[in-house]
């Protein structure tokens, strides 16, 4: 069984960082493909970022190419995203994905929420 659990989130001021990080508990997470997915109110969760099992591969959605970095420390079982240059419409709660890279077998964390405001 795999838990994921966010941390991080909070209150930042435009123009702002913050880094979230999420902490896979469970055996292999080597073996997993990592995700940072975001869900606004009214709307769909969205994925913003991704990242191959040794890290070696990312991709990241339009809206927050060349503010957010996915990254992993897989001797820390964690993934983490450094978040740059937040705007209001950055508001969200944050959501880490894992899945197997041959099972497809996936989990969600909790969410953690991020407000961007003055």
């Known amino acids: 069984q795999v838990q994921l659990v966010e941390f991080g989130g909070g209150l930042v001021q435009p123009g702002g960082s913050l880094r979230l990080s999420c902490v896979f508990y469970?055996?292999?997470?080597?073996?997993?493909?990592m995700g940072w997915y975001r869900q606004a109110p009214g709307k769909q969760r969205e994925l913003l970022a991704r990242?191959?099992?040794?890290?070696?591969?990312?991709i990241y959605v339009d809206s927050v190419k060349g503010r957010f970095t996915i990254s992993r420390d897989n001797l820390k079982n964690t993934v983490y995203l450094q978040m740059n240059s937040l705007q209001s419409e950055d508001t969200a709660v944050y959501y880490c994905h894992a899945d197997h890279m041959q099972t497809r077998q996936a989990y969600w964390g909790q969410g953690t929420q991020v407000t961007v405001s003055s």
């Open positions: 469970g055996s292999s997470f080597s073996f997993y493909y």
């Open positions: 990242i191959t099992d040794g890290g070696g591969s990312t």
